[in-house]
């Protein structure tokens, strides 16, 4: 490969350099021929930035190939994504399903059924990133109150011992 190479970023789309010595960019190189400049990468890598269907489609694939090792038959698994769509999922989901069922449960992909098991267990993936959600907005709240109170002046509160009732007495009442 020749230093002197220009390539573009898949990302931005800008020029990136592949020659160290003139450019002082770091880039990332996925597999070959796509070039990504370093923060555009993180961003692009970032699952809990915006994205579109074409990028979350792409990073199942990154997820099929890099964290499960595996190979995918491309038509097969857009053709499944297209139909899930059609069903009213989002490509979205589809990838954190693929994250829950694969990664977090730890079952094995199939190549030659590539997302075929996807629909089957969106509704419980679904559930999980929303408990997950839910735990992190608890943990959020629970330090949240623990700088306020950390922070806030501390209010003694003498509790006073509750009165007797009194007795009634034979003074006339005014
Ligand atoms: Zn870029």
Known sequence: MSTNKIV???VCGKPLSLNPETENIEWILRSKGYYYHKGCWDEYMDIYADKTDEEWLDLIFY???HSLHSTYNFQQIKRQCENMVREGKTM???YFAC???????KKTFEP???LGLIPYVYEDACNYWVEQEKKKENLQKQIEM???LETAPAEVVIQSKPKKAKKPTAEPVI
């Open 99 to 105: 994250r829950w069922i694969f990664l977090i449960e």
């Open 63 to 65: 997820l099929i190939t």
């Open 8 to 10: 573009k970023c898949r």
């Open 92 to 94: 979205k989901g589809i």
């Open 112 to 114: 030659k059924y590539g």
């Open 146 to 148: 623990k700088k306020k």
